[in-house]
């Protein structure tokens, strides 16, 4: 896709990268059909490392910046996770029940409380930019039903890392 829009974290403020892996995706490469909702709607393992020590709580968040919206669209927002997390297991996106500790999900476009995969119109491949910011709170203070653009906006001041991984769909 030529002219697509810029990704939001190059207008947010600088902060450190981490690692950001995964064993279902792979960085630049295809989403897999079991992270597609109308496929297997699975959110995909994600594993970091290298964040910073003053770390204290993380999110998890899966954008779709190409989406014909003019304000993207947003998948996933898992909040309030641990600041001993270090990894999501695959289908962890499913619930509430399968984060750990106090984490839960706040209200992605679709609307749902929980990972809905791509879900692109026919036409060009979007991309699905995963992002795991490292927080300097343990909880944002924030509540399910929270919009997306307000956990976007409280994470960006409280980030002081962030990871990033993206993949792109089509669909035909």
Same mark, same amino acid.
């Given at each position: 896709?030529?002219?697509?829009?810029?990704?939001?974290?190059?207008?947010?403020?600088?902060?450190?990268?981490?690692?950001?892996?995964?064993?279902?995706? #792979? %960085?630049? +490469?295809?989403?897999?059909? *079991?992270?597609?909702h /109308? &496929?297997?709607?699975?959110?995909? $393992?994600?594993?970091?490392?290298?964040?910073?020590?003053?770390?204290?709580?993380f999110?998890?968040?899966?954008?779709?910046?190409?989406?014909?919206?003019?304000?993207?669209?947003?998948?996933?927002?898992?909040?309030?996770?641990?600041?001993?997390? #270090? %990894?999501? +297991?695959?289908?962890?996106g *499913?619930?509430?029940? /399968? &984060?750990?500790?106090?984490?839960? $999900?706040?209200?992605?476009?679709?609307?749902?409380?929980?990972?809905?995969?791509?879900?692109?119109?026919?036409?060009?491949?979007?991309?699905?930019?995963?992002?795991?910011?490292?927080?300097?709170?343990?909880s944002?203070?924030?509540?399910?039903? #929270?919009?997306? +653009?307000?956990?976007?906006?409280?994470?960006?001041?409280h980030?002081?890392?962030?990871?990033?991984?993206?993949?792109?769909?089509?669909?035909?």
């Amino acid at each position: 896709m030529t002219n697509r829009p810029p990704l939001p974290y190059e207008f947010l403020p600088k902060v450190p990268a981490f690692e950001l892996t995964s064993r279902d995706l #792979t %960085e630049g +490469a295809v989403m897999p059909d *079991a992270h597609v909702h /109308a &496929l297997g709607n699975e959110s995909p $393992h994600l594993a970091w490392s290298g964040f910073p020590a003053e770390t204290r709580g993380f999110a998890v968040t899966c954008y779709d910046p190409d989406a014909p919206t003019g304000s993207g669209w947003w998948h996933w927002l898992a909040l309030d996770l641990p600041a001993g997390t #270090t %990894e999501l +297991a695959r289908g962890a996106g *499913a619930s509430d029940d /399968a &984060l750990p500790g106090g984490a839960f $999900h706040a209200r992605n476009d679709f609307p749902g409380h929980k990972y809905d995969g791509a879900a692109p119109p026919p036409g060009p491949a979007h991309r699905y930019v995963f992002a795991v910011h490292a927080l300097d709170v343990p909880s944002l203070g924030l509540t399910p039903d #929270t919009t997306a +653009a307000a956990v976007g906006f409280n994470i960006t001041f409280h980030t002081v890392a962030r990871a990033l991984l993206t993949v792109e769909y089509a669909s035909s």
